[in-house]
């Protein structure tokens, strides 16, 4: 029920009536339509020798429990005990991903990177450092935990930077939360935070992603434009004219800020492709965008990213464990509109544009983001429940857990986590269950879905060269980022362009209200050494050094998702799935001649593709 947004009765002799837990419905509905939050529309039709005399009971008792839903109630203890059960016959996972709990799956990962300059701190293991940041951290080599300890208060949500991929030309690029406003720092504490910005580069660039990429705001409102967009398509009697509905998607915007992440992540990308630098996403919080851009990223660069156990450990690190505030930005309870917004979503669309525009590239097919999409609504995995790891692992730590003294038990465990509405969790003493994870997939999809979620066309480490479009966004840095004084250099990357910094920290002189508006004055290129620079040098020097996927992303290049956002609309369904023999016949004829080119060794250009795609 937390997926359902809208119940709509229909009676031929009346007007539809929306539905909500206290509605007076005066007359017996002869089909119920369900609008979901994930784009589907579910409709039930009442036939008069079937379900009619019982009509009204079921359609008021469905939306009796879609208002309880809404109100916070979630799953009944004896549901998630079958939930538990479910899970001790479950078979071993397919696609087992790490989830960076422990500090093996650190170690691990540290080490598939190469990253012989950083190691895993365990500073955090308690959160007494930061609850909203993942128990372990990578940080340089030789920086002791003691002074690693100075450097959280000076941040936004005592977020430092720290590592969060290793490019193989020895590049870095870390996350950081902005600096703190009313942070003092001493010089110690300025040494500090010199060597984890710097992490051992004599080069520095800061990416402001709250300059270029949407707000969390703007993309919940673009989100929802676009389902309410969808439902015009849901009655073909009423669907607008394709120039009127097009317009329409041109005003959600949310095309545009599809195309914003995709070129973002490509300047990102090429600037640590270029050279052994450190690149920094510094947001705000740290908690939303930096998730998006510093994912997004390392799928465009790193291909084992692009691997479905990979793609799994990239979620797992850059969003859960690095505290993407999932219960409030998805909502699942519906209890607080004002910090939703879908930022998860949009990265899955992002990723669904490279997909489509490098195919051969993932091992992941379309079937596999789709099912990762609707799997954030599903209100019993831990996945998406929580807000950060801390408040994920407390119903295993005692400590962070109230107690209560009893003269026979002694000391037990109550039910106090806020972070789960009332009565929606059940006690380990009453049975209870522990939630599954999303990437339990065999506890949702059969083995004939499951095996959809595998490319048959994916070649490990194939990547396509094509050039692209308006390439000239990316700085021509070979020549232009050289550092002044020789020793380090720290420059800034806002809204396309590159500007050299004077200091590295925005309180130097003790007003970080000054310092920021200094920087903006910087980024405008005041000075002629500050002065943006542009070209198609970089692009043309990077392209045969490393697997880059840099999708082309103007105009018609980024395409709205329709087998997502057009679920409720048969005909725009059309020859997305193929439904018939005839239908399988040029299927599998598509299929063999794209099989063909690619044994022929033909570069794939999504440009020069015409006619209906497979799927």
């Not at 009204?56 to 916070?72: K, L, Y």
């Not at 607080?336 to 997909?355: A, G, M, T, Y």
Request: with cysteine; net charge neutral; charged share 20%.
């Amino acid at each position: 029920m937390s997926c359902v947004r809208r119940l709509v009765a229909v009676n031929s002799f009346t007007k539809a009536k929306v539905l909500t837990g206290t509605s007076t419905l005066k007359f017996i509905p002869e089909e119920l339509i369900i609008y979901c939050r994930d784009f589907r529309v579910l409709r039930f039709r009442f036939h008069e020798s079937g379900l009619e005399p019982q009509a009204f009971r079921v359609t008021m008792a469905i939306a009796q429990a879609q208002e309880s839903s809404s109100r916070g109630r979630g799953l009944e203890p004896a549901a998630l005990r079958n939930l538990g059960n479910s899970q001790l016959k479950k078979e071993e996972e397919e696609f087992p991903p790490l989830l960076f709990e422990t500090l093996w799956d650190w170690e691990k990962e540290l080490k598939r990177l190469g990253a012989a300059g950083w190691r895993v701190s365990p500073v955090n293991e308690r959160f007494d450092m930061s609850t909203s940041l993942p128990k372990y951290l990578w940080v340089p080599n030789g920086f002791l935990d003691n002074e690693l300890k100075r450097a959280f208060v000076h941040f936004n949500g005592r977020r430092i930077p720290r590592l969060c991929w290793h490019h193989p030309g020895g590049s870095d690029l870390l996350r950081a939360a902005s600096f703190h406003a009313d942070s003092d720092p001493e010089k110690e504490d300025m040494r500090c935070v010199e060597t984890l910005m710097l992490a051992g580069h004599s080069q520095c660039v800061i990416v402001e992603t709250g300059t270029d990429l949407p707000s969390p705001a703007e993309i919940q409102q673009a989100h929802l434009k676009l389902w309410g967009l969808s439902l015009c398509l849901v009655d073909s009697f009423a669907a607008p004219a394709d120039e009127k509905w097009l317009s329409g998607l041109e005003g959600t915007r949310w095309l545009d800020y599809v195309r914003m992440c995709l070129r973002k992540a490509s300047e990102v990308a090429v600037l640590l492709a270029e050279r052994s630098r450190s690149v920094i996403l510094q947001e705000t919080d740290d908690r939303d965008m930096n998730c998006l851009l510093a994912s997004l990223v390392q799928v465009v660069s790193d291909p084992h990213a692009r691997t479905i156990s990979g793609f799994q450990g990239l979620v797992q690190r850059e969003w859960v464990a690095a505290g993407h505030a999932f219960q409030q930005r998805l909502n699942l309870w519906q209890k607080n509109e004002r910090d939703e917004s879908p930022v998860f979503l949009l990265f899955l669309d992002c990723v669904w544009q490279l997909l489509r525009q490098f195919p051969q590239s993932f091992e992941f097919t379309e079937a596999y983001l789709l099912a990762l999409h609707d799997s954030t609504w599903v209100p019993f995995l831990s996945t998406f429940l929580f807000n950060c790891q801390w408040e994920r692992g407390r119903n295993n730590q005692h400590r962070f857990l109230n107690q209560l003294y009893t003269p026979i038990n002694g000391w037990r465990e109550t039910l106090c986590l806020e972070i789960l509405p009332k009565d929606s969790y059940p006690s380990k003493e009453a049975g209870g269950a522990s939630l599954p994870s999303v990437w339990d997939w065999g506890l949702r999809y059969n083995l004939q879905q499951r095996a959809q979620f595998r490319n048959p066309g994916y070649r490990h480490g194939s990547n396509s060269h094509a050039p692209v479009q308006n390439g000239n966004f990316l700085p021509q840095t070979s020549h232009k980022m050289e550092n002044p004084s020789g020793n380090w250099a720290v420059f800034l990357l806002s809204k396309g362009s590159l500007s050299l910094q004077a200091q590295l920290f925005p309180w130097k002189n003790g007003s970080l209200s000054k310092k920021v508006s200094r920087w903006a004055q910087l980024s405008d290129g005041t000075g002629e050494q500050d002065k943006p620079s542009r070209g198609k040098s970089s692009l043309r020097h990077l392209l045969p050094r490393g697997p880059l996927l840099l999708p082309l992303h103007s105009g018609p290049f980024v395409q709205l998702w329709k087998r997502c956002y057009l679920r409720g609309n048969p005909e725009a369904q059309a020859g997305l799935f193929a439904s018939s023999i005839a239908g399988l016949t040029e299927e599998l004829r598509l299929l063999q001649e794209r099989l063909s080119n690619w044994q022929a060794g033909e570069s794939y250009s999504p440009a020069l593709e015409n006619g209906r795609e497979p799927h």
